[in-house]
Structure formats: C-alpha cells, structure tokens
C-alpha cells in the first residue's frame, strides 16, 4: 500500500479496527437499512458501510453492488479516512486526486464519490459511509450534512454492538466468579474424603440444584471415642447465610465430640449456640446426628438424635424398612429443646440411609416430605450393598432437575 | 428461586381477630411477602388475635415454615395470640411433625 494512503496513527487506528470486531461478520438489518437511505436520498446506484483493514478494503454493507472487499490501493475509502471531514469527488475523471485511479479509469467507471469516515469516540477512522455514481455530480451542503449524520448512526450502531458485546463479557465473569465462590463455600463444608472406618461402609453423595447458589445441605463424618460419627443436615435458606450456619454446626458438633458425649446432648448444645448467637431470629437448622460404633463380631450399635430432621431409614438384610428416630424440634430457633437418642442395633448387611429432604423431593415429588417412594426404591436396589444404595440414589437424583440440593449417607456394617 | 406468582397472601379484620389467608406456594419468594403482610397488617389493626390460614397452601419448605415461625413470633410480640389453621392440609401437617414444631403452634 502506497505510505501516503496511509494515516500517522496507523497501528492504532488497526486495533481500533480490531476493538469493534466488525470485520468478516454477516450483513445485518441496520446498517443495509443505512445504506439503501443513503442511497435513495442521494439518488445514486451505489452506497457502502467500509471498513479499512490493513491490506483490504472490507464492505459492512454494500448496496447496489456485488463485492464484498477490495484492495485498499485503488479503494477511495482509504483516501477518505486519511481527513476527518467528508471526501467529496464531483466528477472523479478530471479530478486529479482521482483520475488515474483504476476503478475510475478502468471498466467500473466510477464518476462520483461522496465518504464521510467513520469516527471513533476516541477519534480512529475506521472506516466510512460513502456514495457512488458512475455520472458526475454535485452535492449541496445539506446533502453533505446528511451524509454525516447518516455516518454517525454507523458509528453508533458499532459502539452499541460493542458495549453489548463488553456486557455479555463482564456478566459471563461475573457468573463464573459466583460460581467459583459458590463451589470453593461448599466445597469448605463438606468433609474433603471420608475416614475409613474398620467394619463400616460409608458413602456419602451431595448434588447440587444451581451451581451460582451455595445450598443449604451438609454432611459430615468424623472418627469420635465410639466410632465415627456422622450427620446429615439442611441450613434453611440458600447463600452465604446459609452456609455460615452449616459451618457453625459442623465445626460444633465436631467440637462437642471431642469429650464425652451422645447425638441428643450434641444437639442440644448445638441448638443453645446458634440461639445465643443469633443476630437476627431468621436461621435455624434441621440434622439428623448418630454415632455409630462397630462391633467386633460383626454388626455396629447405633444412637441417633434428630432436630427436626426427616427420619434416616434402614434397610434390613431381609428386605424391611425400619424409619428410626424420635421427632424433636429444628435446632436454633428456641432455646432448651430437649432431644431424645434412640439405640439400634444395626446387623451385618444391615444399611442406614441419612437424607436431606431436597432428595425426597426428587424421589417423592417436591415438598411431599413422603418416604414411602424412596422405601420403595431402597427395597428394589439390588444386592444390597452400601454402594448399589448409593448408586441407585445417585442415578435417580442425577436424572432429575433438582429443585433444591440434597445430600444423603450410606452406613452399612460389614 | 421460585416465582411468587404462584403465591398469594390476603389479610381481613373482623372481631378483633386478623385473618391471613395464604394461597399456594409458601417458599424462599413467598417468605418476605408474608411476613411482611402480616406485620403491616398488625401494625395497622389493633387485633387480639393472628390467624394463618395455610388450608390452602399447595407447597411448603424449609423457608416456608421460617415464613411460618417468625409471623407466630410477630404476632405473639405484637399482643395478638397466633394461631395456624391448617384444615386438611397433610403437606404442612407433615413439615410441620418432621420439623418437631407443630407443638410451638396454637390451632384455630
């Protein structure tokens, strides 16, 4: 390309080019609409949205004529962008700017030519909108002024592309950081691998309804002076509120753990903490909690506590369900609750199933809080074995479109 | 989030007593509405007594019974004795039973 073609700020101008990410697009409705205006106010043949590449002259729209592109040498657009006021050619073959040109001189005899470039707001011509005759012609002032204003509804048609284009950038980042935070909050609730505990089985599973929103379900399991214990729980609410609560809850149940204790006595103090604490009365609890101790000959003793909390099942050997558990009221929302154990006796095969009731909902229908489906369900699961439970439940959470998080947990003595 | 437009909430005084009349789904959209409802309602009426009629409440969850538990405290601190009328309606009964709260509610 000839150097005085082309403009001082050159490889700025380029990646303004660059910026607006015009280039090699599809036509589109308003700037054809542009074009065939200009056309038929000037009443010329020809009239051309351009763009001007490096080594080309690129055509946004080009009514009344069949290319797409052309060289930026003998293209009158380059000359255009090279001022900031209108290019006009009244009759381009005794022009001198223009008369040797070979779009001029040769076949396409182009007579007329009227640009107006393309202004960015920080001031890069990237292109223009121009009209063109093969006869010559005059143009008044107010045709030129037309001419403008008709370039700078091409301009702003670019910038609002732009910014349309910046916004669906920012909230695409704007989500994914959500979800980051999202899965690294949840992630810091749930235990980071279960502990293997001789003569157990253990399987727990967390499926999450919407990947932005941190639920409100946890499990956990931590080896205490009995066993291990495990808890299953749902923090009311959804977001970080809910998931400061589960964090109270399982760093305080981990912690009265550590001396002598049972699920009710746990519970009970778990509930008195998040009542004294509470800033505003708006949280509260449900948890089902047991500590379970294997048996040397086989089997484990189980004791339960539940606050609130839809009762765990388990699965006997020969095929029944027993639902185990004595109804006690959510946890933290009045103070002195009283909360009762229950001991059970769970065989070997035996398979205690802790849930959340988002995994009801999916199994039964949503807010039925009815485990006669998932007794159903559990009764079919072949083999019985902590693993086909939980696969099975699995499956059937990950067909469904949750409508809230669920969580559940599988105890099996071996 | 579920849509609160499949949620409805409308209070009426007669004799001293505030009727809350809940329709539909009573979840985390629901929750503010009512609670709010409810408030302004005995903030405007002097009323002994708060009735929450849930008879016709197709869904309940964890957010709808907090919905629940702060309109019995609300009501309890603004003087007016709560009550929840339930009718035959096994879904908040049954939330209500797991929950082990259906002792902390007087029934109309």
């Known amino acids: ?414 | 989030v579920t849509s609160a437009r499949n949620f409805d909430v409308q209070c009426r005084c007669s004799d001293g007593t505030l009727h809350v009349h809940v329709t539909g789904e009573l979840d985390l959209a629901a929750e503010p509405t009512l609670v709010e409802a409810l408030s302004d309602s005995l903030t405007k009426h002097q009323v002994s007594r708060a009735v929450i009629d849930v008879t016709a409440v197709t869904f309940i969850d964890s957010s709808g019974l907090r919905a629940l538990l702060n309109c019995r405290d609300i009501a309890y601190r603004a003087q007016a004795a709560p009550a929840l009328m339930l009718g035959p309606n096994e879904r908040v009964h049954r939330l209500l039973e797991i929950a082990g709260v259906a002792e902390w509610f007087e029934y109309a």
């Open chain 1, 1 to 414: 390309v000839t150097a005085t073609l082309i403009p001082d700020n050159e490889p700025q101008r380029l990646d303004a080019v660059r910026r607006y990410d015009v280039l090699d697009t599809p036509p589109d409705g308003a700037f054809e609409r542009v074009t065939a205006m200009a056309a038929r106010l000037f009443d010329v043949p020809i009239s051309i949205v351009s763009i001007v590449d490096s080594d080309r002259i690129w055509f946004k729209s080009h009514h009344g004529l069949d290319v797409d592109e052309i060289g930026r040498e003998p293209g009158l657009c380059a000359s255009a962008i090279l001022q900031d006021g209108p290019w006009l050619v009244t009759d381009a073959a005794c022009d001198p700017r223009t008369l040797a040109n070979p779009l001029v001189a040769g076949e396409f005899g182009l007579r007329f030519y009227a640009g107006v470039p393309l202004t960015t707001h920080d001031g890069y011509n990237l292109g223009t909108l121009c009209v063109i005759d093969r006869e010559p012609r005059q143009v008044s002032d107010e045709e030129v002024a037309t001419l403008r204003d008709l370039a700078s509804v091409v301009m702003d048609e670019l910038e609002l592309r732009l910014s349309a284009r910046h916004t669906v950038t920012l909230q695409e980042q704007l989500r994914q950081q959500a979800e980051d935070v999202a899965r690294a909050l949840q992630e810091s609730l749930l235990p980071a691998e279960l502990p293997k505990v001789p003569g157990l089985d253990l399987q727990a599973r967390y499926h999450v309804a919407d990947r932005d929103r941190v639920g409100g379900d946890f499990y956990d399991v931590f080896p205490c002076d009995a066993g291990v214990a495990v808890v299953v729980g749902d923090a009311c609410g959804k977001g970080a509120k809910a998931a400061a609560l589960t964090g109270t809850a399982r760093w305080c149940l981990r912690t009265v753990a550590l001396g002598a204790w049972t699920p009710a006595q746990a519970l009970h103090r778990l509930n008195e903490v998040i009542v004294r604490g509470h800033d505003s009365p708006e949280r509260y609890a449900t948890l089902a909690l047991a500590s379970v101790r294997p048996l040397a000959g086989g089997g484990a003793d189980l004791t339960l506590a539940l606050a609130g909390h839809p009762h765990p099942l388990v699965l006997r050997r020969d095929g029944t369900i027993d639902a185990i558990g004595v109804t006690a009221p959510v946890a933290g929302w009045l103070p002195d609750v009283t909360y009762t154990d229950v001991t059970v006796q769970l065989g070997r095969g035996d398979i205690l199933v802790m849930f959340t009731d988002g995994t009801l909902d999916v199994i039964s229908g949503r807010g039925s809080m009815d485990d006669t489906h998932l007794r159903s369900l559990l009764t079919a699961v072949p083999g019985r074995t902590a693993t086909q439970v939980a696969e099975t439940l699995d499956e059937r959470l990950s067909r469904s479109r949750l409508s809230d998080d669920a969580a559940f947990l599988v105890i099996q003595p071996t």
